[in-house]
């Protein structure tokens, strides 16, 4: 695709979390396996100054969702929202003061704490506090500066467990702890661009050595538009690797979408007034299964036309979803499982005469879609409504929303973009002023660069330049730098997080979740040998698939240690065997001679000790 | 909330006011937002602004600095709201007193306010119109450790007013500091009551999303409605959920934590009832409405002294105090004790003719003065020990009593009299 011609813009809001301790209580940082108490709560959108309600925070509240918070043994009272917060942590304040710096920001005088409205059940006040600490920097990447526009230190917001009906259960392990939240100018104009500064501020971010590492500590909204499209926020991207298919398939979305809008006014259609017909009769005998559910659960089946809609709900020839899966997200809002639209149908066990029929209940003309719901009449009317919003809002184009990102690189509708005025002061807490002396020590201690570290790394650890550079950008430095001061070995220790992580996370496994333990335990037992280099991968495979130690991952992969007189006498064995094929090809025998020996001992012993054995061996033959 | 020194002359010369946009300029560096009110805890040299995306920062101000107002102050009227009547509906009177539960939060400047009409007060919590018909009025708009015996009193007779013109219940939303305080006298003043009376406040305020007011509100609208309960309560939340909220008699009842939401407990008796949802379920025995009329009586006498008596208390301390007040209530330690030396203190201050009543610090059990020496000699010096009363409700009823006689005999017996359920003579397991 041509981005630049497409007007793409992308900007990104990275949340990093330290590991400084929680923002606003003493309580420890770490997760929880199993819970405590539990406490049942409900949030309630409140008015404001003038009446007014915020559109998001009505939306949550249609749900009429009620709240389990699941407390660890280490929970405290501010975070059940049971006492006030305590003064602000002090590291968090200096760490973003330190990475205000890496990014040349101006810091405020005197920060002071928000409270944003969140009534997702995320919070248990129902906000999140913030505080705006600098604006206006930027940092390289390429050639390319990128602006940044702000800096913030926030609270993490509960851990989301399970949503069952009505009920979302979090856990408060994760609640307050400090994020910096790191805002970009909209300057990318590539998906590949965003990766890159991602990549940039995360290895910023890592530097200054007070980050929380691991899945989930570092989280990216993606702020994804295009010309003639509307400003999208896929919002809570966990993988690097993912960020630029996510603005891919936002940029496809929104072409589409403004494909569908062109058909639209082409058709001359208008924005459409609620009209929702029981369609039930027609499908007494019908032979599609979720209809037939619904209608036995004594729900209804309702239906309503979309005028000169035809063709604008499914899939494009090139398999590009349209308004369908649109429609579908905003139905499952008001709590009913998914719809049926006449572009998939017949289909589902819906015969052409039930769709004929059902045209014809409505008016339908040949330009003109519907859409049917099967569920009790309260949720089948409230899914039909949105879904009719919905579609008013296509005539428009693109609207504005927030996205979940899905594992796939796809995302999908979670909610409006929030309004702008749910923040007002957090008065519990001190505003905390910005000391000079306190600015000028950072200044001065200001942690080493991602590229000074790459150059060092290449000295210290004899590594290449782009193993060096790839490291910083991978996220694993700190690891490699422990591990390869620790056991020696850096090639090694860079194949580990170079070659063989990707190789893992291909096969769809999780290498991010080995702790650091884990790979300490192979490099030592490496050294001892109790198997060769080339056993690694596997062995890690069997820790993360069968969730072994490394010792019992060896013992099971009978990659046990050989001694050099087995290997000596495999080499005889096999020499004695291709003796002519040697005789023949002399010293050139070797690659093709090793390659059957490392059948039998792949994994067992080092190459390159089998290669020393081999080659004299034939040597021996031949003189 | 106000800028003083040097940066607020600074304010005043450029004739910046609160909410004006501004521009302030130092240096190379330009803000531009809206002048909020100065945070107490900010320093002198800070003006905090709020930035169009919503943040408020504070940025330093001095001789470099530049003032611009860019322009003034949008004046927004909030809608005025009228309150809806349905003659199938009972009538509730809401009479608001101030506190937590009646504020609300001006979101442009983040201070909190006390709700200025009834009306704004109710239309925070539209459902209660669901359930009755809301007569409302804000009669105080005070913090409640502001509240004087003079307030109970004005409490008591728009409390009375109310059920005496038909009104099913009376709700009082109630800073929570001195809410068994208040519970106690007019558990005292209101006589014959013929509909519930319910004391009801928050822990979190009602700009949060997680406020408790609602809930507690929606819950005593139903108790008045839907019971025939004719006493003085408290209800709040029965725990950290907003599972369920309990009714307390007004005068066994205490604020026993700073911050929950459950921070109110019955002490020495179970709860008078549970709210869960729309179901109303006794606890413990109850006063059922009467037939009326409501009788006032609401004279009270506040020359009266509470004293947490503490090792090192010093005699002296007594004294003065004791020269001072008509009564005194003393939480003394365990079953109701005072050191030697106090005990010469209680035997002047009787003398003098000031009443000395004894309750335990304890709060949990009763007093008793006859077990050890120091109780006997208490009871000898002239002390008069009050069962398990609460020091707080002894406190209250010392002054009523003192109020509705002069006869030092009668106050005596008054005191010892089980009037609204202060005492309970067995104490379950």
Redo the contacts between chains.
Sequence with gaps: MDYRSLGLKVGIEIHQQLSTGKLFCDCQCDFSDDHHKEIVRRLRPTQSELGEIDRAALEESERKMHFRYQTVPYSCLVEADEEPPHDANRRAIEASLEMSALMGMKAVDEVHFMRKIVIDGSNTGGFQRTALVSTRGSILVGDKRIGISTLCLEEDAARKLTEHGSEVTYRLDRLGIPLIEIATDPDMATPEEAKYVAERIGALLRATKKVRRGIGTIREDLNISISGGARVEVKGAQELRLIPVYVEEEAKRQLALLDAKRILRERGAKPMSLDIKDISPLFRETRCKVLKGALEEKGRVLAVKLRKFAGTLGSTENGVKRLGPELAAHARVAGVKGLFHSDELPGYGVTMTEVEDTQSALGAEPEDAFVMVADSVDKAMAALSRVVDRANAAIGGVPEETRDPLPDGHSVYSRPLPGKDRMYPETDVKPILVNETVLESIKLNLPELPEEKVSRFVEEFGISKEQADSLVKSGYEDEFELLAGSFGNSQVVARIYLNTFPELEKIGLNPSSLNLDVVKDVLTNLKAGAFAKEAIPDILTSVLQNGYSVERATETLGVEKVDLDSVRAVCDRVVRAKEKFIRDRGQESLGPIMGLVMKELRGKVDGKVISEILRERIKLLLT | MKYSGFVGEMLERAKAELGDVIEARRGG?VYVGIL?PH?D???ES?I?LK?P????????ADEKSRIKVVSKREE?E??KQVLPYDPAKKDIAVISTGGTIAS?????????HPAISAEDLV??VPELLDLANVRAKVLYSILSENMKVTHWQGLARAVAEELNSGAVGVIVPHGTDTMGFTSAALAFMLRNLTGPVICVGA??S??????DA??NLLAATRLCVESDLGEVVVLMHGE????YTLAHRGTKVRKMHS???DAFKSVNSEPIAKVEGPQIEFLSEHASRSKGPVELKDKIDGRASMLHFYPGFEADHFDLIANHVKGMVVAGTGLGHVSEEILGSVSRAVDKGVYVYVTTQCLYGAVNLNVYSTGRDMVTAGAVPLGDMLPETAYVKLMWAMGQTNDPEEVRKLMLTNIAGEFTTRRFV
């Design positions: 560096e909020m945070h805890f900010s320093s800070i905090t930035l995306n919503g943040y408020n920062i504070g940025i330093r927004r909030r809608k609300y939060v001006d979101y442009r400047t983040g201070a909190v239309f925070s822990q979190r009602s700009d949060r999303p997680s406020s609602i809930m950290s959920s907003d599972s911050s929950r939401r």
